[in-house]
Each structure stands twice: as C-alpha cells, then as structure tokens.
C-alpha cells in the first residue's frame, strides 16, 4: 500500500493536523509557526543553555586560535602577506610571528581545527533545541526582540558560514565565490558580533536555567523518568509534549558521541604517528611513494606549473637588495650552495588545514647567511618568490626574526636526500614554525631589505 492508498485514520491530512492544533490552542499559527508543533518533551532552556556553554567555551578557543592563525601570517609585514585588504580594525595585529617553539604553528592550528571539528555534533544539537525560535510569529513584537532576532540571525547564519567553508577548506575543495581567507576572516567577526550580543541577551536565562536543574541530577534521569519544563520557563518548551523517546542525558550523550567520533577521525593529521592512519577526515590520497620525500605536501609541481626543465642545471637563485641600491643581483647554482656552510634543523610542516608533518632533517644554508651574502647585515624582511605560476602563495614576506633565526634555512635537501620536485626542489624556505604555505618551495629569488 502506497502513502497515498493509506486510510486518512492512518495518515491525517496537514490540513486536518493544523485544524486540530487550532482547536488546541487557539490563535496559534498553524505548522511550524505554532509552538505546539514543537512536541519534544526534552526540549527547553535548560538543555539549550547547556549545550550552548559547551560551543561557547569551545568557540571561544577556536576563534583565539583563528587569530593566532591570522598572525602567523605576518599581514602587516607585507601587502602580499595580508589575505584581508581593507579589514581596517578588525585586522588589528598585536606582534611579529615568533619562530619558537617549533611546534607553535603546528599545535595552535591542530586546535583550532580539530576543536573546529568536534564542535560540529554541539553546533547541530543546540540549533536543534531552538528551532522553535527560528519560526517565531510573528518575527518582530518589539524593538528588543527585533534585536534578538537580528543577533540570532547572524549567530547562527555566521555559525554556518564558518562550519561549512571550514571544512571544506580541510577538504581543500575550493568552491568559494572568493578567496577562502578573506571569506573565512570576515564571517568569523559577524558570527562573533551576534555572539556577543546574543550572550548579553541570554546571560540571565541562562543562569537560571542552569540553577533549576543540577547537571548531575539531570544525568542520572533515563528516558522513562523525563519530564517537560514548565511551559512558563521558556517558548522553547511545547505546550502539548509528546511522550518521552530521549532523555537530556540521552541527547548531550549522543552529541558529545558525535563529537568524540569527529575527535578520532582528525585528531591523526595533527599528532602524527600511528594516529595518522585513523584521520580519515584529513586531506588524503596524495602517494608519495617511499623514502626520505614519503610526508604530506599541499600541492605537487605539477598542478602550480613547475616543471623539471626550469628546476634543472640552470636554475639559479637569485639574491638582491629591495629598493633599487644599485648593487647588482648575486646569481647562485645549486652547486653553489650546496658548497656552502651547511646547516640541518629538524622542523615539521603544519598547514592551514590542520595537518602537520612529523619533525623532518632538513638541511641547507641558513638564511641569515644569504642576507649576508647579498650585502644586508641586518635585514627587516625577505621576499621569497617561486618559479610557481599563479596562486596567492607564489610568494611570501618573512620577518627579521624568521630570517635571523639560526634554524631557517633555504633548504637543499631532506632526511639525506635531495629534496624532491614535489617538496620544491631544488631549494625552499623552511623556518619554525611558520605557515606552510610561507615555506615557499621552488624558489627563483630572495630579496633583502634593510
């Protein structure tokens, strides 16, 4: 028997539904509009105020971290480094990227992912326990609601945005009507300006929802045992309940299930080691075959444009001065600087996206001896540029404390072995804790300035 075939007794018309919610409640607007259609009996401010000081606590972290993030990036240094041109204010920027510890980079991003991530399953469930409220009517009864419903408009829709272009940066699917930094930078300040003003809204909800019912005794209350709030405590609780099928304890079990699941399915491409198999959720499917060059890279020279032809006997690095000094460019083979004073520092890569590397033995020269080299004892920045055609990361402003730090390296080679195409031979930028894309690979020139 088809849903059509089957006896109205079975299958009530939405029309006779909305009927007899009318009936029930008289005045009520019908279908989703009407509180009594929200029948979860779990659902109220108690549960919701819960749930939301679990994402407020965590999305508090994640946005420090995102601005961390933002710093390593050094967007005061150089107008290529600055992804958010026009940001005024909002792009406020407190201190240079220090290069230690070497892990800084590595661990501030593997949070801010990874927590990213794991709030995913909260983020779900606590828009589940207000949905009631996105069907408020009517949506505007006075200026103070009107300003609660603009804050939960750009809480929730900045949520969303952040969530979604998130994860598929993570996922490196690029399908965004921009670029993903400016798009990610300025949506995490809207969600951020209707959190604040949505928490001063709620403070006082919130607090006394959690005073009227302890967390502990609440856990201890199975499926059987729940009850309803009030219908006074909140619009959130249904007038006309239906019978329990979840208790609270049920529901923050299941969502803090999800997240725990999300936890082990990326926590891998931060730690690295034996975890790394179980990140599933983590960029994959890149074969690098065996051997010293065997860790994780972004994009290979192929898909930038490199190819082998210009990375051969007669590449070249070029070394100048910024600012036209009249001092001829210093042009070096690779044999050259392999002839060098060579140096091997032991530093992982850590990408946007959350992933790292293992520590690698990368060697080659330092770039405080290239600054010499090119006639600049003391230098404020570098500009690194790739034989790489196209992409905002062509190139990348490192800062005096990067270039003086004894660990950067123009590196030659990796784990022993000469660096591979795919990891930017035949030379590239490696410096603590920096960025990976700042690591510039296949580069042409650094130039100095003073």
């Not at 779900?124 to 949506?139: D, I, T």
């Not at 891998?268 to 960029?283: D, I, K, V």
């Not at 930017?424 to 296949?442: E, F, L, M, Q, S």
């Amino acid at each position: 028997m088809t849903d059509d075939e089957k006896p109205r007794t079975l299958r009530p018309s939405l029309a006779r539904r909305a009927a007899k919610a009318l009936r029930r409640h008289p005045g009520e607007m019908p279908g989703p509009f009407g509180r009594s259609f929200w029948r979860s009996p779990i659902r109220g401010p108690w549960l919701t105020s819960v749930l939301g000081l679990v994402l407020l606590a965590g999305v508090s972290v994640v946005f420090v971290t995102g601005l961390l993030s933002y710093a390593a990036y050094n967007p005061d240094l150089n107008r290529i480094n600055d992804t958010t041109h026009g940001k005024g204010l909002l792009g406020f920027y407190l201190f240079s990227w220090p290069t230690h510890p070497v892990w800084l980079y590595r661990v501030n991003q593997g949070v801010h992912v990874t927590l990213g991530l794991v709030l995913i399953p909260i983020l779900l469930a606590k828009l589940w326990s207000v949905l009631p409220k996105l069907f408020e009517w009517p949506p505007l009864r006075s200026p103070a609601h009107a300003l609660e419903r603009l804050s939960l408009l750009l809480l929730v829709g900045g949520a969303v945005f952040e969530f979604v272009t998130g994860v598929l940066n993570i996922q490196q699917w690029y399908k965004f009507p921009g670029s993903f930094y400016t798009l990610h930078f300025y949506g995490a300040w809207v969600f951020v300006a209707g959190l604040v003003v949505h928490v001063g809204l709620k403070s006082r909800t919130v607090i006394r929802s959690l005073r009227s019912r302890g967390l502990i005794r609440e856990l201890r209350i199975d499926t059987a045992h729940t009850e309803p709030e009030s219908p006074d405590a909140s619009e959130l609780v249904s007038p006309a309940p239906a019978a329990p099928t979840l208790s609270r304890r049920g529901a923050l079990a299941f969502a803090g299930a999800g997240s725990l699941l999300l936890l082990a399915l990326s926590v891998g491409q931060s730690l690295g080691g034996p975890l790394r198999r179980t990140a599933l959720l983590a960029p994959h499917g890149q074969d690098l075959g065996g051997g010293p060059n065997d860790f994780q890279i972004n994009q290979t020279a192929a898909e930038v444009g490199v190819s082998a032809a210009e990375t051969g006997a007669s590449w070249q690095l070029t070394l100048d001065q910024a600012g036209g000094t009249g001092h001829p460019p210093l042009r070096l083979s690779r044999a050259e600087l392999l002839a060098m004073e060579q140096h091997t520092a032991y530093l992982p890569i850590a990408c946007v996206e959350g992933w790292s590397t293992d520590n690698q033995a990368w060697t080659g020269v330092r770039l405080r001896d290239l600054a010499r080299l090119a006639g600049v004892s003391r230098p404020t920045s570098v500009l690194a540029e790739s034989l790489q055609r196209g992409g905002t990361f062509r190139h990348g402003a490192l800062s005096a404390g990067q270039i003086m730090d004894p660990d950067s390296l123009l590196a030659l080679r990796v784990n022993g072995a000469d660096l591979s195409l795919d990891h930017g031979y035949p030379a590239r930028v490696i410096v603590p804790a920096n960025p990976g894309v700042h690591n510039t690979k296949w580069v042409a020139s650094l130039t100095f300035a003073s």
